[in-house]
């Protein structure tokens, strides 16, 4: 018997599978066996904003300068901002003690960050002595039209973020399922965009594009737009990090907003890049807490198992979703739908301005579910939910397997992926044995 674990919410799941039904184990190299420490993770910050990529430093930028704006990720985001946000406001004042400094919580489409998620995401001394500014996607008055974006779209940006001598952002990179990565762009588009702006960068045409997919930045339209976004922006500075599992900081890059997310992209790409094997049963999470907090997340997880699935086969998700499906209009779609494959056809015809919410994600989770047979595990959130969104649930890990071999046979060969989000699955299958 082989024991897997995986993370859920703040622990994890754990199950016995006999050695011979294993055919892979997919996890990123390099990771370390012994955690960072505190000062090491603070080090490693540090050396990058001594090094910045193509740039002047923080210091020299903040020069002369009397307003910075630093755009920051919202609650959703395991960005390790209690180390990195001290560590940018004590250069943008170093280089420039008067500099009247605001933070911007990029919010995207989500529900604003409440009071207790950003004391425990910044800490309770920098949300008690900074200016926060949460970002409201709805707000037209707190929005400026900036043009249209290469695909068309019109281009709304927050006039915080706008109405500043210098535009900095912090955030960190990984895979990314239809915008290649996180990070560097992304903080613009869709962190601090119109409702209006993030619907039309997120359209059916451009989430059914191959080149939509994670790790890929070559030709993919959402890449394109949010490039395009971040310029319109004058985003002059990023500092991005990288993580290990564990949420500690493996690596950071900073500096020019382009140039050094794709020196970040191109590291985690060597990093985290698997071999695509195939097997009838694929377990995956989506890395814990905060990332599993919702459905609506838990698909990005999905997607590195979809990859790995062969045709009707089953696909084990273990998500926490402590805050249940994570999206009104996403879960009505699902739930009022006769069919996945009913629902991804439909969508399929919707033009690029009458993009609803979430259509992007309970696009993709269709285009799975109309594939595969999809178990959730949690018991966290009502079973009768789970069901309505044509998904099967069970309680613990164990269960979801002995449900998966019930149905494909005791033979069938299992693929784990312990963290989905955390990989980039090569597009040709392999034949590589674990």
């Known amino acids: 018997m082989t024991r897997i674990s995986l993370p859920y919410h703040l622990t994890s799941q754990e199950a016995d599978i006999p050695s011979r039904n294993i055919r892979a184990i997919l996890s990123p190299a390099g990771h370390s066996a012994t955690p960072p420490t505190m000062e090491s993770q603070r080090q490693c910050v540090r050396d990058a904003l001594d090094h910045p ?46 500099i009247d400094i605001r933070i911007l919580v990029a919010t995207g489409c989500h529900r604003p960050t409440s009071p207790r998620e950003m004391r425990s995401k910044f800490g309770e001394a920098v949300v008690e002595h900074e200016n926060f500014i949460i970002h409201d996607c709805t707000d037209r008055t707190s929005l400026r039209h900036m043009g249209r974006l290469p695909s068309g779209g019109e281009l709304w940006l927050n006039k915080n973020a706008l109405d500043t001598d210098l535009l900095i952002a912090e955030g960190f990179i990984e895979p990314h399922f239809f915008a290649g990565f996180s990070g560097g762009r992304k903080s613009v588009l869709p962190g601090i965009a119109g409702r209006e702006t993030v619907l039309a960068n997120h359209c059916s045409a451009f989430i059914s594009n191959p080149h939509s997919r994670a790790g890929s930045l070559d030709q993919n339209p959402i890449h394109r737009d949010m490039l395009f976004a971040a310029q ?59 990332l599993d907090q919702n459905l609506y997340q838990a698909v990005k997880g999905m997607t590195a198992a979809e990859a790995c699935c062969k045709e009707g086969g089953t696909i084990i998700m273990v998500a926490g979703c402590s ?83 019930l149905a494909a046979g005791p033979d069938a060969q299992c693929v784990v992926i312990p963290d989905g989000v955390s990989v980039i699955v090569e597009t040709a299958p392999s034949s590589a044995k674990k």
């Open 323 to 405: 805050d249940g499906h994570g999206g009104e209009h996403f879960y009505r779609a699902l739930a009022e739908s006769a069919s996945p494959h009913a629902l991804l056809n439909s969508v399929l015809n919707v033009p690029q301005d009458k993009t609803p919410p979430d259509q992007w994600e309970y696009q993709i989770l269709a285009r799975i579910l109309s594939r595969h047979r999809v178990i959730l595990v949690t018991d966290m959130w009502e079973a009768q939910h789970v069901r309505a969104l044509h998904m099967e649930t069970a309680s613990t890990l164990s269960e979801a397997v002995a449900m998966a071999r």
């Open 53 to 98: 990529i193509s740039s002047p430093t923080l210091e020299t930028l903040a020069t002369g300068k009397r307003t910075a704006t630093v755009i920051t990720s919202d609650h959703t985001r395991p960005v390790p901002s209690h180390i990195t946000l001290p560590l940018l406001l004590e250069r943008l004042r170093k280089g420039n003690p008067e």
């Open 232 to 290: 319109q922006a004058r985003l002059a500075f990023i500092l991005n990090v990288t993580l290990h599992p564990d949420k500690s900081i493996r690596s950071a890059f900073a500096g020019h907003p382009e140039l050094a997310h794709y020196e970040g992209c191109r590291h985690m790409r060597e990093v985290v890049t698997v071999p695509r094997v195939q097997a009838e049963i694929v377990i995956t999470s989506n890395g814990g807490y905060p």
